[in-house]
């Protein structure tokens, strides 16, 4: 099959185990695979190479900025975005590929896709984690990396037309609870840091109610119990992470001056 117009962007970071199953579901489709990775110590760029990417070191500078720098980096007229806990799963690829042969590459600028997440032990369909719609196939002159450094997102400039893909793209993004209990601290340091930078100060509204809201909405309004216990324990740690967060802002020297 010929490859199609399209670069691949990756950003990394001590990502072996991982990029191998990335790169294996979708480097066949593409002509260019762009990787900038933020200094790995293990196997990532000897990964790289097997599957012949163009790798970039660029010091962290978030997940939106880093993103960026990959986007800018890429070449051909279309790029797919896809992080290293990603893969496409077998409808996604043959979609992607009938997105182009169908000439659906000159009629829009975009495509969004769900994302469907893996964790304790099966695929969560329901609650706040799927649909996880993202804009990952983008027309390369139309793109911009936006969104917070710890959730970044992608945007189309000026009024793009864009469509919704079938198939799914399957994350593994934690690999057990304790995975993502380390990474919930960061994403509380980075959520004080904006809202410091916004002005935001103390609420003991939000920090009763955000919880509150994101327990409902999760478990029962998108249907979270269907998933079982796993539904019930990211309805809950959803929940008690955003007490977290909002509960930071007490921590602000300047609010007890």
């Known amino acids: 099959m010929p490859r199609l117009p399209l670069s691949l962007s990756i950003v990394s970071f001590n990502e072996e185990t991982n990029l191998r199953r990335c790169l294996a579901s979708a480097a066949e489709l593409v002509e260019e695979i762009v990787i900038v990775d933020s200094g790995s110590t293990d196997r990532t760029l000897e990964v790289a190479k097997e599957y012949g990417a163009i790798t970039h070191h660029q010091k962290w500078l978030g997940h939106r900025d880093q993103k960026g720098v990959a986007l800018g980096l890429c070449t051909k007229p279309w790029v797919l975005v896809m992080d290293c806990d990603e893969e496409l799963s077998p409808a996604l690829r043959a979609e992607i590929v009938r997105f182009f042969e169908s000439g659906d590459c000159e009629r829009y600028d975009g495509a969004w896709m769900n994302r469907l997440t893996w964790f304790l032990g099966r695929w969560i369909r329901h609650g706040d984690w799927y649909p996880d719609r993202k804009l990952r196939l983008l027309r390369r002159e139309k793109a911009r990396s936006a969104g917070s450094p710890e959730h970044d997102k992608f945007e189309l400039l000026g009024e793009g037309a864009t ?23 960061q994403f509380s340091d980075d959520f004080l840091v904006r809202e410091r930078s916004k002005g935001r100060g103390f ?14 909405r999760a478990y029962v309004l998108r249907l979270g119990f269907l998933d079982g216990f796993p539904g019930l324990w990211i309805a809950g740690a959803t929940a008690f992470f955003n007490f977290v967060r909002y509960s930071r802002t007490y921590e602000d020297p300047s609010r007890r001056a």
């Open 163 to 185: 469509r919704r893909l079938s198939g799914d793209l399957l994350h593994y993004s934690f690999r057990d609870v304790s995975h993502y209990l380390s990474k919930q601290v």
């Open 203 to 216: 609420s003991l509204f939000k920090v009763l109610a955000r919880p509150t809201w994101r327990f409902f």
